[in-house]
Structures are given as C-alpha cells and as structure tokens.
C-alpha cells in the first residue's frame, strides 16, 4: 500500500476471492477506510484464483491500482428494487452454509412462497430471476439471490446473519437503470479513459432471454473503451452482493 | 563488588525471561482465542437483543395499524351519524309544510264561518222585520175587529130603525104597506150582516190564533238563531288557539334545528381529534421506520465484527 502511495479518489483495489468473499472485505474495510480506497472485484469461478502465474483455492488475488491521470471510481448497479415497505427480520441463519431459517418468525421457505406465489422448490429457485432478496443498509440494498431450498429454509449465495432487515425484490427494466447509470456515471466525469466490469451471471442470463444483451453492452461502450466478466458473487467497496454489476471508470 | 552484585541478578534475570518466553506465546494465544470466542458470544447477544428489537417495532407497527384501521371505520361510522343529522333536519323542516296547510284550511274555515254568520245576520234581520210584519198585521186584526164591531153597531142600530120603520108603516096602514115591506128588508139585510160579520169575526179570531202560534215559532227561531251566532264567536276562539299552536310548531321546529347543528357541529370536532390522533400515528409510523433504517446499518456492522472474529481461531490454528 505504501509503495503505490493511493491519494484520495485516485486507487481502487481490484480483487478476485476463492470464497468467504464478505470476510475478505470486511477485512479489507480498515485499509479502505484509512487509504480512501475503492473496491470492486468479483468471486472467482471453481474457487480458484491465480496471482502472477500460481494458482490458488484459498485465498484472495487482488490489484491496487492508481490513476496516475486522474480519478477513479467504482458503481454498482442493480436491476432490481425493493418491492414494497415490507421488512423482512432474518432469523435462525447459519453464515457458514449461507443458509436462512426463518423470515420473521416463520420458516422462510414459507414466506418466500407466500409473497412471490411459487409453489415448488424448483419454482423457487427460478424465482430469484425475478424476485431475489435484499438486504437493506441504510438506503442501499444488497442483492442476495436464492441458490437453493434446504428444509424449511433457504440456501442463498451470501450469508445471511440473525437481525438483518431483507426485503423482496422486483424486477425494473433494465434498459431503464442501464441509462440511468450511464448517465450517472457521464455527470461524474467530463473523460473516460476506460471502464472494467463485473456482470453478475445471473443478470447475464436475464439479458439474454429478453435479447437486450447487446443493447446493454452497446450502452456502457457508448461511455468509452470498457471490458468485463462474468462474475458469480460481486464486490463493491465493502459489499459482497448477488446479481449486481459491479464496474470501475477510470478517467 | 557492588556490581557484581548487580551482574549476577541481571544474568539471572535474562534467564528466567528465557525460560519464560516459550510457553508465553502458546498461552498469548490461547488467550486471543479464548478473547475471540467471548467476542462471538457476546456479538451473538447483541445480535439477539437486536432481534428482540426488531420484532417489538414490527409488531408496534402492526399495532398502530390496526388503530388506524379501527379510526377510520369509527370515523365512518361518525359521517353515517352525521347525515342522520342531516335528515332530522329534514324532516323537521316538514313541519313547515304542514303548519302552512293548517293555516290555510283554518283561514278556509273562518271565512265558512264569517259568511255564515253574515248569512245569519241577514236571516235575523228578514226575522225582525216579520216580527214587524206581524205586529203590524195585528194591529190590523184588531182595528177590523173594532170596525166589526162598529159594523154590528150599526147594523143593530139598522134593525132598530126598521122595527120602528114597520110600527110606523102599520100605522099608516094601507098607505105605508110599501114601506112596511121595505122595512122588512132592511130587517133581514141588518141580519145577515149580522150573520157575515160575526163569520169574519171567527175567521179573523183564526187568523189571530194562527199568527200568535207563528209568531211564537218565530222567536224561538230567532232564539235559535241568536245561540249559533254566539256559537260562531267561540268558533273563532278555537281557531285562534289552532293558528297560535302552529305558528307554536315553528319554535319547536327551530329547537330541533338548532340541536341538530349542535350535535353535528360536536361530531364534526370530534371528527378533527381523530384526524389529529390519525397525524400523530402517521408520525410514529414514519419515526418506526426511521428507527428501522438504523437497525439496517447496525446488522451490517455486526457481520463484520462476525467476519473478523470468526477468523481468530484459525489464524491461531495455523500459528500453532
């Protein structure tokens, strides 16, 4: 860290995890907080990553970057919002199987099914395309999608703790939120030498069917030379989230 | 030598922190484990109070809603109230209606009733003036009876006249046998007049009797009369009472008026309480989810505490 010397709003921090993505970025967050630093990174496919030619399945590969010719910042967008006011308490959760017993009070499986009218654990898991779960922080939601049914509860694939606040997710037009963004991301910015992002794959998935793809790359290409992954599990500053895009523009 | 009394403790000393240092390390490390491991109990107990939380806020929204709900069906049930007021009043005004039709019919009346007493005035008045007419036409009576009477005299007086006339005659003998004759007319002539007159005179006493009896019919008539005239002026007594209550239920009508624009002037206040007590909810509603949004900022803090300690004994594992 101190041989990149980061300023302010000019380093981000580039990372790919193995797993356990939101401990690394809780672990990350001192540094981020003292060196004013940016996150974006993605988990790595199989579990593996590698860092200058080795591979591991352990651990954690990351980049500080620093834009020597200007600012650099990091987004996040989300196709889907909060539904309606309804807050949801998480309870009975198990961190390390990512797992969600029940949603206030009663067992989750139940309450998923009540509110999204699915009515088998394969409608269920074909679901979370169009109604995920989020986690409410502050204003911000964090998107956590369902990976699987387990007993009366939820497997997702980011852990859910006891007392967090989630709510039900729906899904906007996501040609809509891509301008939003683009246009977010223009007033920020007079010159953009280059845009990295991470699509989450489920979001990739969901374009695809609706054949708005192409249109969406065509969207963020209009802002500048840009590249990008597919990604299973998306980090943003301290946020490790689901079925988000994560990007950051460099100046 | 003095030092060396001081040389011999400090060798003694950097031994005995020798022996020492090696078992230190595995119990400093035990005791971040040990440290880490009531970290974790007691972030799970805040996580648990948070919890706790939580649910008492979710359920005190459920509450107020459910106030809210019952606030507004009472205040439905206020407006129902409310236009019940609205056709009291109504109703009430109805009263007009029927005090007019009562006065009418009642003005209807005591015009009836004028006339008829107008009518029974004339009626009198034709009763006097018979009552005049037969007076006059007894008086009449009489005077014939006083020249029947006059008449009898003198017929009388005739056959007295012609008595003598006949004594004279036969005294005159042969030469008054003319007379004598003429005498004896006169006699019988002074005789059925006698007769006629006293035949008037039964006839005229008939006549008298028959206006007596119709005279006498006449006041009672007139007695008759003069009773329904006395019973027309009590009539309009009564119809004066019967406009003085009508004009009474206007009163009457206004009080009910004027309680039920009270009444729903209370209920209209009373409507503004619960408006009142509705914004106060609202209120509340909105500082529960204020109070709500913080407690998403705190889980979040409470996972990275959870993220970082949980990564303690590991580390220690691995030292070891």
């Known amino acids: 860290m101190e041989k990149v010397a980061p300023g302010k709003e000019n380093t981000a921090i580039i990372d790919f995890c193995t797993g356990n993505d939101a401990a690394v970025l809780t672990t990350l967050r001192g540094l981020v907080d003292r060196y004013n630093l940016q996150v974006m990174g993605a988990t790595g496919d199989a579990g593996k990553v590698s860092c200058n030619g080795k591979i591991y399945t352990d651990g954690m590969a990351y980049a500080v970057v620093r834009n020597e010719g200007g600012r650099v910042k990091t987004y996040k967008e989300n196709i889907y919002v909060p539904k309606d006011n309804r807050q949801l308490v998480a309870s009975r959760t198990d961190r390390t199987k990512y797992y969600l017993g029940e949603l206030n009070g009663r067992p989750a499986k139940q309450v998923y099914m009540e509110l999204t009218g699915a009515t088998t654990d394969k409608d269920i898991i074909n679901q979370t395309f169009k109604n995920p779960l989020g986690k409410m922080v502050g204003n911000d939601v964090c998107i956590m999608s369902i990976k699987d049914v387990s007993g009366t509860g939820l497997i997702l694939y980011r852990q859910a703790n006891d007392s967090d606040i989630l709510t039900l997710l729906e899904m906007r037009d996501p040609m809509e939120v891509a301008a939003s963004t683009v246009s977010r991301i223009k007033s920020d910015f007079n010159r953009i030498s280059g845009i990295y992002s991470v699509n989450c794959i489920f979001r990739y998935l969901v374009l695809k069917e609706r054949g708005e793809l192409n249109t969406y790359l065509g969207k963020i290409a209009s802002l500048g030379t840009s590249c990008g992954l597919i990604g299973f599990g998306e980090h943003y500053n301290s946020q490790f989230v689901n079925q988000t895009m994560t990007c950051v523009v460099f100046e | ?320």
């Open chain 2, 1 to 320: 030598m003095i030092t060396d009394l001081f040389k011999k403790k400090d060798v003694v000393e950097v031994q005995k922190v020798q022996v020492v240092s090696a078992p230190d390390d595995g119990e400093r490390l035990e005791s971040l484990v040990y440290i880490a491991d009531s970290i974790e109990k007691f972030q799970k107990d805040l996580v648990q109070n948070e919890l706790n939380s939580l649910m008492e806020i979710h359920d005190m929204g459920e509450a107020i809603n459910s106030v809210m709900e019952s606030n507004a069906r009472l205040r439905e049930q206020m407006d129902a109230f409310n236009e019940m007021f609205e056709a009291v009043n109504t109703s009430a005004s109805k009263f007009e209606d029927v005090k007019v039709n009562i006065i009418k019919s009642v003005d209807n009346a005591q015009n009836k009733v004028e006339e008829l007493k107008t009518s029974s005035n004339e009626v009198r008045a034709s009763f006097d003036e018979m009552t005049q007419g037969f007076e006059n036409f007894k008086s009449a009576v009489d005077q014939i009876s006083d020249y029947m009477k006059q008449i009898i005299g003198i017929a009388t007086q005739t056959n007295l006249l012609a008595l003598n006339a006949s004594i004279e005659a036969a005294r005159a003998g042969a030469a008054g046998k003319g007379f004598a004759v003429v005498a004896t007319e006169v006699r019988e002539l002074a005789d059925e007049i006698k007769v006629l007159i006293s035949q008037v005179n039964a006839s005229i006493e008939a006549a008298g009797q028959e206006s007596e009896k119709l005279s006498s019919s006449m006041e009672n008539s007139i007695a008759a009369m003069d009773r329904s005239l006395r019973e027309v002026d009590e009539t309009k007594d009564t119809f004066k009472e019967i406009i003085e209550s009508a004009n009474g239920a206007n009163a009457v009508q206004q009080e009910i008026n004027d309680t039920a624009d009270a009444a729903s002037d209370e209920l209209s206040s009373i409507g503004n309480s619960f408006a009142d007590i509705n914004n106060k909810y609202d209120a509340l509603t909105d500082q529960l989810a204020r109070v709500n949004a913080l407690g998403t900022t705190k889980s979040s803090v409470f996972e990275h505490i959870d993220n970082l300690v949980s990564q303690i004994p590991p580390i220690v594992k691995d030292r070891k």
